[in-house]
């Protein structure tokens, strides 16, 4: 079984007596160290598919399982535990803690977990996303650029083994939205994580080894990005 496997996974939202399918039947498999991106038009079922896969949505149908194991038969403890060791999060908005530092913000997990500091890890997380003379900044005086990428050594700081992003370019300008998938692929490349990246824009994914489409909730469309490459390089 591959690392990740998504059987027969749909989410209905209901409004008023219509049903709304915001994912429809997804079956995908996804193996570790896996650089994913998912696009689609806003609105196409991108980040309800995000959640689902994250745990913070629970399936109308269908299941995700995570090295076997099914998450949403977890009890509602278990999962919480689940997703604090195995799961990072980034997302559009940086959720940065204004009274905390950027070294405090980036040990935020670990200290809601009680967990020890790694020093040797945290120096390679600061000296990799350029962040080693920003440690006791404060979020408003960084650039939306160092925000994000606090807010990427905060979800690699526990060591997860899976990167969930909803739109972490979002906000950003092109330039910044470049370094910080560059950001996050050279952690998939050295530290071997599996990232799905939800974005809008092709540009982004265009960064990633794997594309998934989705539109009305339903994947449309697989792409292997590193065979299309190297089909290229051939011809």
Do not use: C, W
Not at 163 to 185: C, H, V, W, Y
């Amino acid at each position: 079984m591959s690392f990740i496997e998504i059987k027969g996974l749909s989410k209905i939202f209901l409004q008023g007596n219509q049903k709304i399918y915001g994912i429809r039947n997804a079956n995908l498999s996804i193996e570790k160290g896996t650089f994913m991106s998912v696009i689609g038009r806003s609105g196409s079922g991108k980040s309800t598919f995000l959640n689902l896969v994250g745990g913070i949505e629970n399936p109308t149908s269908g299941e995700v399982f995570f090295d076997g194991k099914s998450i949403h038969q977890f009890k509602d403890k278990e999962l919480t535990k689940f997703r604090n060791q195995h799961i990072g999060y980034v997302f559009q908005q940086y959720h940065l803690l204004k009274e905390l530092t950027v070294l405090e913000n980036i040990r935020l997990p670990l200290d809601i977990g009680r967990k020890a500091y790694d020093h040797s890890y945290e120096e390679e997380l600061l000296d990799l996303l350029g962040l080693k003379d920003r440690t006791d900044f404060y979020p408003s005086q960084l650039s939306g650029g160092q925000q994000q990428r606090v807010a990427i050594a905060r979800a690699l700081i526990t060591r997860p083994d899976l990167i969930l992003a909803d739109e972490p370019t979002g906000n950003l300008d092109k330039q910044s939205g470049d370094q910080i998938i560059r950001f996050m692929k050279e952690t998939n490349r050295l530290f071997g994580l599996t990232y799905i990246i939800v974005t809008h824009n092709k540009e982004i994914a265009d960064y990633t080894d794997r594309e998934i489409t989705i539109d009305d909730g339903e994947i449309i469309n697989d792409i292997d990005l590193l065979d299309v490459r190297e089909n290229e390089v051939i011809k």
